[in-house]
């Protein structure tokens, strides 16, 4: 699709957040069409974890966006896809790769959320593909795992920082979700969250150097609970480590229930 000016940021260049949801819708429609490509219980694949992704040219406004995605290993219970992203100028014709990312999504049955349905394998081209794929299940695996045990930390508020220290650019922002956010299911598409997580991320950054900023690199991100439509989100970044020239942010994401027990 073609970048229009609600894509980009103040500078003109397309929202890192903008291009992480088509990434992650990309990934979700092929996986959803895998799952429910064989008789059986209908499904819809939610996002469970992100591999790392560089920005590797910028996307400007009027450019058109090219998402393609293909699966490139299947487990009992989780899907993974690689998608690629090019930028093409339609006046010039001229194409370029903007990012490269790994996804792995769950099948989840339509009838009960909370059921995580078993995965159709693919064909392998060749024995040493699944071999490989493999390994890199179980590395994710394990960092999931590592993750989840981080569970429970907060960004806590600090009172009249001082500029240029991590308390001084920590950012939150608050979110209600909506229908517009989720998915045939009612909880949050992956691709929301990860809009609002860089979002909140440039905000740290450009508070920190007072400047035009964009995105070059996502490490990964672990989703290890749904998030309900009607919760209250609350997103919250700050600095972890600067150079010259970057800065890496961390940031967390906590829901609300809001109605519901909390």
Not at 141 to 155: A, F, H, M, S, Y
Request: charged share 25%; proline share 5%; with cysteine.
């Amino acid at each position: 699709r073609i970048m229009r000016p609600d894509d980009a940021n103040i500078a003109g260049n397309v929202h890192g957040g903008t291009i992480l949801k088509m990434i992650e819708e990309a990934g979700a429609i092929i996986s959803t069409r895998h799952c429910n490509s064989q008789a059986g219980e209908p499904c819809v694949a939610a996002l469970a974890r992100v591999e790392r992704t560089d920005f590797l040219s910028p996307m400007c406004i009027g450019e058109v966006a090219n998402v393609s995605a293909e699966i490139t290993y299947t487990s009992r219970h989780s899907v993974e896809v690689q998608v690629n992203v090019m930028s093409e100028n339609i006046l010039t014709g001229a194409k370029k790769v903007t990012n490269k990312a790994t996804l792995w999504y769950v099948p989840l049955s339509l009838k009960n959320v909370n059921k995580v349905l078993e995965v159709p394998p693919i064909q392998y081209a060749r024995k040493e593909q699944e071999d490989e794929g493999k390994k890199r299940y179980e590395e994710q695996k394990l960092d999931r795992l590592e993750t989840k045990q981080r569970n429970g930390d907060v960004i806590l508020p600090v009172i009249n920082p001082e500029p240029h220290t991590v308390g001084y650019s920590q950012s939150s922002l608050i979110h209600l979700v909506g229908p517009s956010d989720c998915t045939l299911l009612g909880f949050v598409h992956g691709g929301v969250t990860m809009k609002l997580m860089d979002e909140v991320a440039g905000i740290v950054a450009a508070r920190h150097c007072k400047t035009n900023i964009v995105t070059a690199s996502v490490d990964a991100i672990n989703f290890h609970e749904k998030i309900k439509k009607g919760c209250v989100i609350t997103v919250s970044g700050r600095m972890t480590f600067t150079s010259n020239k970057s800065m890496e942010i961390e940031v967390f994401v906590d829901a609300d229930p809001f109605v519901d027990e909390p």
